[in-house]
T-cell receptor, first 112, second 115 residues
Framework: DGGITQSPKYLFRKEGQNVTLSCEQNLNHDAMYWYRQDPGQGLRLIYYSQIVNDFQKGDIAEGYSVSREKKESFPLTVTSAQKNPTAFYLC???????????FGQGTRLTVV | AQSVTQLGSHVSVSEGALVLLRCNYSSSVPPYLFWYVQYPNQGLQLLLKYTSAATLVKGINGFEAEFKKSETSFHLTKPSAHMSDAAEYFCAVSKGEAAGNKLTFGGGTRVLVKP
């Protein structure tokens, strides 16, 4: 079955550590996205990529980094510069204009 | 910048009653519009989408939405609520490829269904 796989489902991080969230898709979609979800705030865009080896900052990119070396993969690194990283992170992909985005099951990151 | 406003962060309905979730967008051109549903600790699932083919859009699970350009609205309705409709619902807008096909989301509306 085609879809988007995020791993791990739950992640715990100590303050000052970098962590990387995995996102893999087998839908052959060009565009991929990372969103952050906090209670009562909807989803906010962190980074997006429309093509391999290219990506753009979203609305809340500070403290995050991404790479897009393969069409199927779009990992997100939460760096120690992100002051409030505890949140639910969602990865999505889309085939193009006017088409819906497909979402993974999310990774819940908690700073301990 | 485009924005999406969902009126009411929480809505409570009785089983069998009408479900109405409101969404208004700000955009200088007709955008692409979507409604998603999210169950606890899960990703988002598409309910329906508007892409200019028809103003009344039917989706999954008995939901539908009407695009009203004059009101810049895209409200979601279901004639008869079911217990399984309890979830959080998000309205989203995209301006297409020129804007990276990015989705901008409203703040979400959590639906509680009372027996």
């Amino acid at each position: 079955d085609g879809g988007i796989t995020q791993s791990p489902k739950y992640l715990f991080r100590k303050e000052g550590q970098n962590v990387t969230l995995s996102c893999e898709q087998n839908l052959n979609h060009d565009a991929m996205y990372w969103y952050r979800q906090d209670p009562g705030q909807g989803l906010r865009l962190i980074y997006y990529s429309q093509i391999v080896n290219d990506f753009q900052k979203g609305d809340i990119a500070e403290g995050y980094s991404v790479s897009r070396e393969k069409k199927e993969s779009f990992p997100l690194t939460v760096t120690s510069a992100q002051k409030n990283p505890t949140a639910f992170y969602l990865c999505a992909s889309s085939i193009g204009t006017g088409r819906e985005a497909f979402f993974g099951q999310g990774t819940r990151l908690t700073v301990v | 910048a485009q924005s999406v406003t969902q009126l009411g962060s929480h809505v409570s309905v009785s089983e069998g009653a009408l479900v109405l979730l409101r969404c208004n967008y700000s955009s200088s051109v007709p955008p692409y519009l979507f409604w998603y549903v999210q169950y606890p600790n899960q990703g988002l699932q598409l309910l329906l989408k508007y892409t200019s083919a028809a103003t009344l859009v039917k989706g999954i699970n008995g939901f539908e939405a009407e695009f009203k350009k004059s009101e810049t609205s895209f409200h979601l309705t279901k004639p008869s609520a079911h217990m399984s409709d309890a979830a959080e619902y998000f309205c989203a807008v995209s301006k297409g490829e020129a804007a990276g096909n990015k989705l901008t989301f409203g703040g979400g509306t959590r639906v509680l269904v009372k027996p």
